[in-house]
C-alpha cells in the first residue's frame, strides 16, 4: 500500500506554459478537432488494454503483484460509498481495526475520486469501480497532458499525442497501475503544473490563485505524495526560468506572488480542517518507524532496463536489480533519443534547458542512501545519506519514486522534440518580442541549413527514433490472478443475525497487511456493512510512529503462525483465556471461518482455543456473544 506522504507525478515538468515560453506568440482559441478526439479515443482504448485481464472476469480477478493493495482499493472504494450512504464523516472510519478505527486522510484513501463516484460504487460494487476507474484515470492523464502540451508548448498534435500518450502510459506509471491506483490519477498534475507557470499573466493573477487553489485542494484528495513532487518541480522549474530570464522574471515577480498568495489561500481554506485531522486527529502518526522508505532508491541500472509490464519487457530481469520499484525503466533506446534531443535542442531552447535541469536534479536525488548499481550496493554514498530520516515531510519519501518528474521532463521533451522536427524547414513564427530570446522557434537547431531534401531526411530519422524508442515500452495487460469470492454466508447476508450493532465479525485469517487478503474483501464486497478487527492501513504504534496493520494480539499473532507453520502448536490455557480477552477488546461476536488453504488447520485451532464450531451455510462459525 502506497503511504499517504508524498507522491510523483510524472506530469510535474510539464513546462509549456505562457510564463516559461512567453515568447510564443499568442494562439486562439480553438475548438477540439478530429485529430483531438482521435487522440482521446486512442488513450481510452489504452487503458481498456492495461486493465483487459480485468475485465476478462472482474468479479474474480485481482492484481498478481500487488494483490493486497488491490484489495485495499477496493475496499477504499466502498468506504465511499458507505459513507455517503450513512452521512458518516469520510476522513475516518471505524468499520475496519475496530474498535480504533483507522484515520483515512493519514492513509491513502483517493477521497477526491471515491465520494463522487460513490453512487456508481454502489451500482456496480467495488470491482467493476476499481477497473473502470484504474483505466479511465490512465487515460484521463494521457488526455490532459495532451491538452497542455498542444495549448501551450507544442503545435504539432502529433507531438502532443505522443507526450501525453507517455505520460499516461510511461513504464513508471503502468507499474503503479499494478494494484496502486493512486499514482496513475494524475490528470490534474498537467492542470496545476500549467496554472502555476501562468501565475505570472498580467491582470488575471485573481483567476489564476483561485483555479490553482482549487486544483491543489482537490489534489490533496486524491494523492499528496504526487502533489508534493508536482511542488518540488515546479519549483526547479520557476527558479531556472528566472535564472535564465531575470528580467522577465523581475517583472512578473509581484503578479506571481500575489496570484501565489490567493491559491495557498484557497487551498488552505478548503482543506485545512483535512490536514490537521491527518496529523492531529484519532489514530494519526508521526512519520514511519524506523524512516522504511529511505532505502528504495532508484538503480542505475533500472534506467536503461525495459520494464515488466512492457512489450520488451521480463518479469526476470527486476529480481536481478532487486529492491526497486519500476518508476523509470526506460529502457536504453529511449534513454539515448532523450539524451540526443536534450544535446540538440539545450542551446536554443528555454523549455529544453529547464527540462535537463529537471532531469539531472531529479535522477541524482532519486538514488537514495547508496549508490546502487545492476542490484549491488556500492560503497558510494547517495544524496540521501545526508537526509535526517525524522525532517518533516521529507521522512515519509520514497527516494525511488523522484525519479517519476524524470518520467514528466522525458515525456515533455518528447513532445517539444517531435514538433521541432514537425517544424523543421517550415516558415518561421513570428518574431519574439523586444528583449526576449528565442526559446524554440528555429527548427535548424535540428535540420540545420540545408536543403528541403535534407531537412526532410532528418525529420523522418528524428520520427523514427521516437517511435523506436517508444514502441518497446507499449504496455502490457497488467497480470491478474483469480480469487475465491466470500462465503455465500457473508454474501448473502447469512450473517445478520450474529452481528448485532456495536459488535464485529471476525474473519479467519484475521485481515493484516500479510494474512487476510480475501477476508478483507468480505467487508469491500459486502459494502462495509459489518465491521472487522485489524486490516490493511497505516497506523501509530505505542510511540506514535507510523507502522503497517495494527499491533498483533496473542490470538492474531497465533493464527498467523500456525498458518505459516501448517500445523497448530501446543494450545495452553493461556492461550485460551489470551483469546478470550482478544475477542472481547475486538467487541466480537462471531469468529467465522471460510474456504482457505489452510483451513483445517485453522479449524483445528480455533476449535482448540474455543471449542467445536457450527457449519452454518459454507463457513464454520463461533458464536462468542455469551463469552465476551
Same mark, same amino acid.
Given at each position: ?225 504526487? =502533489?508534493? !513532487?508536482? &511542488? $518540488? %518541480?515546479? #519549483? /526547479?522549474?520557476? +527558479?531556472?526560468?528566472? *535564472?535564465?530570464?531575470?528580467?522577465? @522574471? ?83 533506446? =529511449?534513454? !539515448?533519443? &532523450? $539524451? %540526443?534531443? #536534450? /544535446?540538440?535542442? +539545450?542551446?536554443?531552447? *528555454?523549455?529544453?534547458?529547464?527540462? @535537463? ?87 535548424? &537547431? ?183
Amino acid at each position: 500500500m502506497a503511504v499517504p506522504v508524498v507522491d510523483p507525478p510524472l506530469n510535474s515538468s510539464s513546462v509549456e506554459v505562457d510564463a516559461v515560453a512567453a515568447d510564443s506568440p499568442p494562439r486562439p482559441r480553438r475548438r477540439p478537432a478530429r485529430a483531438d478526439m482521435l487522440a482521446i479515443g486512442a488513450y481510452a482504448l489504452l487503458g481498456v488494454l492495461v486493465c483487459l485481464n480485468y475485465w476478462v472476469d472482474v468479479q474474480h480477478r485481482v492484481s498478481s503483484h500487488l494483490p493486497t493493495d488491490h484489495s485495499w482499493f477496493e475496499w477504499l472504494f466502498a468506504h465511499g460509498a458507505y459513507s455517503v450512504r450513512h452521512l458518516e464523516n469520510p476522513l475516518f472510519t471505524a468499520r475496519q481495526n475496530a474498535p480504533d478505527g483507522v484515520n483515512m486522510m493519514a492513509n491513502t484513501s483517493l477521497l477526491g475520486v471515491t465520494l463522487p463516484l460513490a453512487p456508481l460504487t454502489m451500482l456496480l460494487g467495488p470491482q467493476v469501480m476499481y477497473a473502470l476507474y484504474l483505466g479511465a484515470a490512465l487515460s484521463a492523464t494521457a488526455a490532459t497532458s495532451y491538452w497542455v502540451l498542444s495549448k501551450h508548448l507544442v503545435r504539432s498534435r502529433a507531438a502532443a499525442f505522443a507526450g501525453g500518450a507517455f505520460l499516461g502510459f510511461a513504464p513508471g506509471v503502468v507499474h503503479h497501475a499494478n494494484g496502486q491506483p493512486n499514482f496513475v490519477s494524475n490528470f490534474l498534475l498537467p492542470l496545476i503544473v500549467s496554472r502555476v507557470l501562468r501565475l505570472g499573466e498580467p491582470g488575471c493573477w485573481r483567476r489564476n490563485g483561485v483555479a490553482l487553489g482549487l486544483l491543489v485542494a482537490y489534489q490533496i484528495f486524491i494523492n499528496e505524495e504526487m =502533489l508534493l !513532487l508536482t &511542488a $518540488l %518541480a515546479c #519549483l /526547479v522549474v520557476v +527558479v531556472a526560468y528566472a *535564472v535564465q530570464r531575470p528580467r522577465a @522574471a523581475r517583472q512578473r515577480a509581484g503578479t506571481f506572488l500575489a496570484a501565489m498568495g490567493v491559491g495557498g489561500g484557497v487551498a488552505l481554506l478548503l482543506t485545512a480542517y483535512p490536514i490537521w485531522f491527518q496529523f492531529n486527529g484519532p489514530q494519526s502518526y508521526r512519520g514511519l518507524q524506523g524512516g522504511v522508505f529511505h532505502n528504495w532508491g532508484e538503480d542505475l541500472m533500472a534506467f536503461v532496463t525495459f520494464a515488466r509490464d512492457t512489450v520488451a519487457g521480463d518479469e526476470a530481469v527486476e529480481k536481478t536489480i532487486g529492491l526497486t520499484e519500476q518508476n523509470t525503466w526506460f529502457g536504453w533506446p =529511449l534513454v !539515448l533519443v &532523450a $539524451l %540526443a534531443a #536534450l /544535446v540538440l535542442l +539545450v542551446r536554443r531552447s *528555454v523549455p529544453a534547458r529547464i527540462l @535537463a535541469v529537471l532531469v539531472v536534479l531529479f535522477t541524482v536525488a532519486s538514488i537514495g542512501p547508496v549508490v546502487r548499481f545492476d542490484g549491488v550496493e556500492t560503497d558510494v554514498a547517495g544524496p540521501w545519506a545526508y537526509v535526517p530520516d525524522d525532517l518533516p515531510l521529507v521522512e515519509m519519501m520514497m527516494p525511488t519514486r523522484l525519479s517519476l518528474v524524470v518520467v514528466g521532463a522525458v515525456g515533455v521533451l518528447l513532445a517539444l522534440a517531435w514538433d521541432t522536427l514537425a517544424r523543421a524547414g517550415r516558415p518561421p513564427v513570428p518574431a519574439p518580442r523586444a528583449g526576449d530570446h528565442d526559446h524554440d522557434t528555429d527548427a535548424d &537547431a535540428v535540420s540545420g541549413s540545408g536543403g528541403s531534401g535534407r531537412r526532410r531526411a532528418v525529420r523522418l530519422v528524428g520520427y523514427a527514433a521516437i517511435v523506436a524508442a517508444l514502441l518497446p515500452l507499449f504496455p502490457r495487460p497488467l497480470p491478474a490472478q483469480r480469487i475465491d469470492p466470500p462465503p455465500h454466508f457473508i454474501t448473502s447476508g447469512g450473517w445478520r443475525p450474529y452481528v448485532p450493532a456495536g459488535r464485529t465479525l471476525v474473519p479467519v485469517p484475521i485481515p493484516s497487511n500479510v494474512h487476510g487478503l480475501p477476508t478483507l474483501r468480505w467487508s469491500a464486497l459486502t459494502g462495509q456493512e459489518f465491521p472487522i478487527p485489524a486490516g490493511y492501513f497505516i497506523g501509530p504504534n505505542a510511540a506514535g510512529e507510523g507502522v503497517f496493520g495494527a499491533p498483533n494480539r496473542p490470538t492474531s499473532t497465533l493464527i498467523y503462525a500456525t498458518m505459516d507453520a501448517d500445523r497448530v502448536p501446543e494450545i495452553t490455557a493461556e492461550n485460551r483465556r489470551q483469546a478470550i480477552e482478544d475477542l472481547r477488546f475486538w467487541r466480537a461476536s462471531v469468529v467465522v471461518l471460510g474456504a482457505n488453504p489452510r483451513e483445517a488447520v485453522l479449524r483445528d485451532l480455533l476449535t482448540a482455543l474455543l471449542g467445536p464450531p457450527q457449519q452454518i451455510d459454507d463457513v464454520a462459525l463461533w458464536d462468542v456473544r455469551d463469552r465476551v
